[in-house]
C-alpha cells in the first residue's frame, strides 16, 4: 500500500515583524539571514549622469548636491552600519529606518519632517507568489530606494536614465520615485499572465478528468492570489494618497504621472479580483464534478445489484434441496430436459427487461455514458 504523502508546511512572511518584542520605538534589529548592503550611486542632470556601483558612504557624500537629482539605490538589511551612517547622513527618521529593517511592512505613505518615506512591496522572481520589501526616501533632491532582495525591476529605469531629453532627466526627484513606484507595479503583470495561464490549465484538467492532486494546485494558486492582493490594495491607497496629499513634494506635472500609475494598480487589483473569483469558481467546478462521478458510480452500481437482486432471487429458488421425487410440487422442472437453459433464458430475460425499463425512465444515457459517448464524439 501506498505511503499517504504528507503535505510539507510552508511559511509565510508576516507583515509587522519584530526582532525583540518590548523593543524600544525606532530600534533596529538585523535579521541574521538578511543580505548585506550594497550602494549603487546615480547622480543626473539633464546633461550628465554619473554612476558609481558598489561605493561607499564617503562617495555619497561627495557626490549628494552636485547635481539636480541623486539616486541612491541600496540592495540588502543585513548592515546595521548603513542605516546609522545614512541616518545621520540625509537625517532619515529612526522609525522609517526600523520599517525598513524590519520587513516586510504594509505599504505606506508616511510624512517626515524632511522627507516623504514609502513602502511598497514587488514580486519576487523564481518565487510562487512571494514577495520583497522596496522602501524609499523622497526629498527634494534625493531618493533613496532600499530594496530588501535584488532584482530587476529598476533595470529600465537605469536604462532610461541614460537617453538625454527624456522627462526623467528633465524633471525632478519626484518623477524618479513615480517612475520606481511604476516599475514596481509593472513587475505585477508577468505575475498576474503565469496565474492566470494555471488558472486556465486547471480549468481543462478539471474538466478532463478531475484529480486530487489539482486541489493541492488550485490552493497554491489561491494563496498566491490572496498574497498578491493582500500587498497591491494598501499600495493602490499609497499611491493615491502620494498623488493627492503631497503637494509639498509632488509637483502637479507629476501628479499627472501617478495618476497613471494608480491607474495600473486599479489593473492589477481587477485582475486578482478576478483571478479570486476564478478560484472559486473552479473549487465549486472540481466539487461538482466529483461529486457528479461518484453519483454515476452509485448509480451503475445501484443498477448492477437491482440487476443481480431478482437473478439471485431465482437462483435461491433453484438452489433449495426439494426432492421432487418426494411430490409432484417439489420443483418438477427439475427433472425437465429443457429445465436449465430455461432458467437461465428467464435470467437473461429479466435483466433485460430491466435494462430496457430503466432505459425508458431515464436511468441510463443521462448520466456518464451520454458524456463519453460525446466526448468520443
Known amino acids: 500500500m501506498k505511503a499517504p504523502q504528507v503535505r510539507k508546511s510552508r511559511k509565510t512572511r508576516r507583515y509587522g515583524q519584530r526582532g525583540v518584542p518590548g523593543a524600544r520605538p525606532g530600534s533596529i534589529e538585523i535579521h541574521p539571514e538578511a543580505k548585506p548592503s550594497t550602494i549603487h550611486l546615480t547622480s543626473y542632470g539633464p546633461d550628465k549622469v554619473v554612476e558609481f556601483n558598489d561605493c561607499t558612504i564617503e562617495q555619497v557624500r561627495e557626490v549628494l548636491g552636485?547635481?539636480?537629482?541623486?539616486?541612491?539605490?541600496?540592495?540588502?538589511?543585513?548592515?546595521?552600519?548603513?542605516?546609522?551612517?545614512?541616518?545621520k547622513l540625509l537625517n532619515l527618521h529612526r522609525l522609517a529606518l526600523s520599517d525598513v529593517a524590519h520587513a516586510p511592512q504594509r505599504p505606506k505613505v508616511e510624512d517626515y519632517p524632511e522627507h516623504i518615506f514609502v513602502v511598497a512591496q514587488v514580486p519576487m522572481k523564481g518565487t510562487r507568489g512571494e514577495t520583497g520589501q522596496v522602501s524609499f526616501f523622497l526629498s527634494k533632491n534625493y531618493v533613496v530606494s532600499w530594496q530588501e532582495f535584488p532584482?530587476?525591476?529598476?533595470a529600465a529605469v537605469h536604462e532610461r536614465l541614460q537617453h538625454r531629453g527624456r522627462p526623467i532627466r528633465q524633471l525632478g526627484a519626484d518623477y524618479l520615485l513615480y517612475a520606481l513606484l511604476d516599475a514596481i507595479v509593472d513587475a505585477f503583470f508577468p505575475k498576474l499572465g503565469e496565474l492566470g495561464d494555471q488558472l486556465d490549465d486547471l480549468e481543462e484538467k478539471i474538466y478532463d478528468d478531475a484529480e486530487p492532486s489539482m486541489v493541492v494546485e488550485l490552493h497554491d494558486v489561491r494563496r498566491q492570489v490572496r498574497h498578491l492582493r493582500?500587498?497591491?490594495?494598501?499600495?493602490?491607497?499609497?499611491?493615491?494618497?502620494?498623488?493627492?496629499?503631497?503637494?509639498?513634494?509632488?509637483?502637479?506635472?507629476?501628479?499627472?504621472?501617478?495618476?497613471?500609475?494608480?491607474?495600473?494598480?486599479?489593473?492589477?487589483?481587477?485582475?486578482?479580483?478576478?483571478?479570486?473569483?476564478?478560484?472559486?469558481?473552479?473549487?465549486?467546478?472540481?466539487?461538482?464534478?466529483?461529486?457528479?462521478?461518484?453519483?454515476?458510480?452509485?448509480?451503475?452500481?445501484t443498477i448492477i445489484a437491482t440487476i443481480f437482486m431478482p437473478l439471485s432471487f431465482i437462483a435461491g429458488i433453484y438452489g433449495m434441496n426439494f426432492d421432487p421425487e418426494v411430490s409432484k410440487f417439489n420443483m418438477p422442472e427439475l427433472k425437465w430436459r429443457w429445465g436449465y437453459p430455461m432458467a437461465l433464458s428467464l435470467m437473461a430475460a429479466m435483466a433485460v427487461g430491466q435494462l430496457l425499463f430503466f432505459r425508458w425512465r431515464g436511468w441510463l444515457g443521462n448520466g456518464v455514458f451520454t458524456r463519453s459517448n460525446q466526448s468520443n464524439k
Open 151 to 154: 532584482g530587476r525591476e529598476f
Open 66 to 87: 552636485q547635481r539636480a537629482v541623486t539616486w541612491i539605490d541600496i540592495v540588502g538589511i543585513g548592515s546595521p552600519e548603513t542605516f546609522e551612517q545614512f541616518g
Open 230 to 301: 493582500s500587498v497591491m490594495w494598501p499600495l493602490r491607497e499609497a499611491v493615491s494618497v502620494l498623488m493627492n496629499n503631497h503637494g509639498w513634494m509632488i509637483s502637479k506635472e507629476v501628479s499627472v504621472y501617478l495618476r497613471d500609475c494608480h491607474d495600473h494598480t486599479f489593473q492589477v487589483v481587477d485582475t486578482l479580483e478576478l483571478y479570486r473569483e476564478s478560484c472559486a469558481d473552479l473549487r465549486d467546478y472540481y466539487n461538482t464534478e466529483v461529486s457528479n462521478r461518484l453519483n454515476e458510480v452509485m448509480k451503475v452500481l
